[in-house]
């Protein structure tokens, strides 16, 4: 060997263990998930903050891959982007302390097909009906008042590997449809809870499921802004479409079909990824998309804000350019006016100046062509998104609001003299009544509760023709024993019939518990039910607001699909009443996680 390779020898064995102490330097200093997670996640998964988001306790629930899978493509992408591939890893692996105990779907097949049922009026819609009165005739529910002390326990049905349910269960043809938070849309008897049929969506699927075409065709949407109709006798996808192509756009509130289309409301998560000072807030704009039912095309679009985004010429204290005007979001299923070809949305706050009219309103659009006929705000310059409740609050607005937007849809009744109202039930703790036939004009309003961002009324409230039936929220992180109640309100005055107090939880030393009753009410003849964020379900006698039957969730439960699933809170969905059965979900990320599906009868009958 020469001198000169002697010494090219000794240039590479120097160079290589520079490399190699390089190497051990950076994986010294590579940021673990833990580290990661404080950094760019607890801001928002802190307990006790009113962001919407579940607690790292709730998220330790969950399976790495459905972490993993969350921040690549589902709710948490606009996150995830930020990240590198090794990062999402780590923060995935750092949160799930081990993969769920539970197997995945074993079984609960049903062991022959049947086909569902068609033209059955059952509960097909988000609210019952396009009017989401919540407010079910007695002939579909199929109960009546003496029957509710004697309801029981059917079957129960667990969402494997999840931490909370979302979607309003629909029932209709004999079946049971209800999506999931791994995305999945399931299909189930009635009567016994088996499986016809399962579709997978990549991310979760947070609306009710609807039916059209006298129910042989089901449809819902996903929180990556994805309208989906699947044929309800097999599940087989028929169409697919993208909404929005906002990164951050999401479908929460449930698709409602009526004569040959899908009217789509569209949120976002945009209120989260303005909590990176880097993000330029904000661009969304809530909307409500009108398809072909049966193709998926695209009719008309219209925008909650009709003004598009534009740069503000301001920056924020991170030297990031702003946006605006933006949010509107609309996080509910719209209402639908037959008698005047109109469709009511409630719509989000704003996220980012200047503000505009739009946000925190009711705003009626054509049915034919998405044209806004009016709007009527009930709450100016409430611009806010969760930087306001972060340490660095870059993209926090100047003047912040309240976060007081409309979580729920309108309520359209008609008085027995023939006037006609919509009922807007508001997170600021006021409830509306607004005048359809005269661009919203206010009829009466009242209080409830005091509001918040996670207060007032979430979810909505239930109407029949004389009363509207109101649960409060009014959660607060600093006293977990504060909030809920029901509340009764004559429908032509406004003025409060009774009022029902919330009941003390027996679960108040658990992480989560609350007497908060965010989830939104069912109504059948001389009975409302109301969930609470304490794990109840309870019935209480319209006339009088007594407590007549009540059924406590948190436990576990042998499923009819092989696996233990544990019940948790009530809040993002309400009880189905149809055929003398009562169905509810049972767990939330916000509150007490839970992974259960509830069936109820009358035994013996």
Not at 54 to 62: G, I, N, R
Not at 193 to 200: A, L
Not at 358 to 373: C, E, F, Q
Request: glycine letters at 12%; charged letters at 20%.
């Amino acid at each position: 060997m020469s001198f000169s390779d002697k010494k090219r020898g000794s240039i590479l064995r120097n160079v290589l263990t520079i490399l190699l102490a390089f190497s051990a330097l950076c994986i010294s200093q590579t940021p673990t998930g833990s580290s990661i997670f404080r950094r760019k996640c607890a801001a928002c998964h802190r307990d006790g903050q009113r962001t919407r988001a579940p607690s790292q306790e709730v998220l330790s629930q969950l399976s790495s891959d459905f972490i993993l899978q969350v921040l690549d493509s589902g709710t948490m992408k606009s996150v995830g982007a930020r990240l590198t591939e090794a990062e999402r890893v780590a923060v995935a692996e750092y949160l799930s302390a081990s993969e769920p105990a539970e197997p995945r779907l074993q079984g609960g097949r049903c062991a022959a097909r049947r086909d569902p049922v068609l033209n059955d009026p059952g509960w097909s819609a988000w609210g019952v009906s396009a009017a989401n009165s919540r407010s079910v005739p007695a002939e579909v529910a199929g109960l009546n008042k003496s029957d509710v002390p004697k309801l029981k326990l059917k079957w129960a049905f667990g969402f494997p590997g999840a931490s909370a349910t979302f979607g309003q269960p629909t029932v209709f043809g004999g079946r049971v449809y209800a999506g999931s938070e791994d995305g999945t849309v399931y299909s189930l008897d009635a009567r016994t809870g088996c499986i016809y049929w399962t579709f997978k969506a990549p991310t979760t699927v947070k609306t009710a499921v609807s039916s059209g075409f006298g129910g042989r065709v089901v449809y819902f949407g996903d929180v990556s802004g994805n309208a989906y109709a699947v044929n309800s006798a097999d599940g087989k996808l028929i169409w697919k479409i993208h909404v929005d192509p906002h990164p951050v756009a999401r479908i929460t509130g449930s698709p409602v079909f009526l004569k040959d289309r899908l009217y789509v409301p569209v949120s976002s998560g945009e209120e989260g990824a303005a909590i990176d000072p880097k993000y330029p807030c904000c661009t969304f704009r809530g909307s409500v998309v009108a398809l072909d039912a049966r193709t998926g095309r695209q009719i008309w679009k219209s925008y909650t804000i009709p003004e598009a985004p534009h740069l503000t010429g301001k920056k924020n204290s991170a030297g990031v350019p702003l946006w605006g005007p933006s949010g509107a979001a609309v996080w509910s299923p719209p209402t639908i006016d037959l008698g005047r070809h109109t469709i009511y949305v409630a719509t989000g706050n704003g996220y980012s100046d200047p503000p505009s009219p739009y946000t925190d309103a009711v705003v009626a659009l054509s049915m034919a062509t998405g044209k806004i006929r009016w709007f009527k705000q009930l709450t100016p310059n409430d611009l806010w998104n969760i930087a306001c409740v972060a340490p660095d609050k870059a993209n926090c607005p100047q003047n912040p609001g309240n976060d007081f937007d409309f979580g729920s849809p309108p309520i359209l009744r008609t008085l027995p003299g023939g006037r006609r109202l919509l009922i807007a039930a508001q997170k600021s703790g006021v409830v509306y009544a607004l005048d359809p036939d005269h661009n919203g004009r206010i009829i009466w309003e009242s209080r409830v509760g005091k509001g918040g961002p996670l207060g007032g009324i979430e979810w909505g409230g239930a109407a029949d023709e004389k009363q509207a039936f109101i649960p409060l929220s009014d959660w607060d992180p600093n006293n977990p024993l504060a909030g809920g109640g029901l509340f009764a309100l004559n429908l032509a005055t406004g003025e409060r019939a009774w009022y029902a107090p919330p009941v003390k939880p027996a679960c108040s030393t658990q992480a989560g518990c609350s007497p908060a009753q965010s989830a939104p009410p069912t109504l059948i003849p001389g009975v409302v039910f109301s969930g609470s964020e304490d794990g109840h379900l309870r019935a209480y006698d319209a006339t009088n607001g007594e407590v007549i039957w009540d059924f406590n969730a948190l436990r576990s439960f042998l499923t009819v699909n092989g696996i233990v699933a544990n019940g948790g809170s009530m809040n993002g969905s309400g009880p189905a009443a149809v055929n003398g059965m009562i169905y509810v979900e049972a767990g939330y990320t916000n509150d007490i996680a839970g992974n259960v599906l509830l069936a109820f009868s009358v035994e013996g009958k």
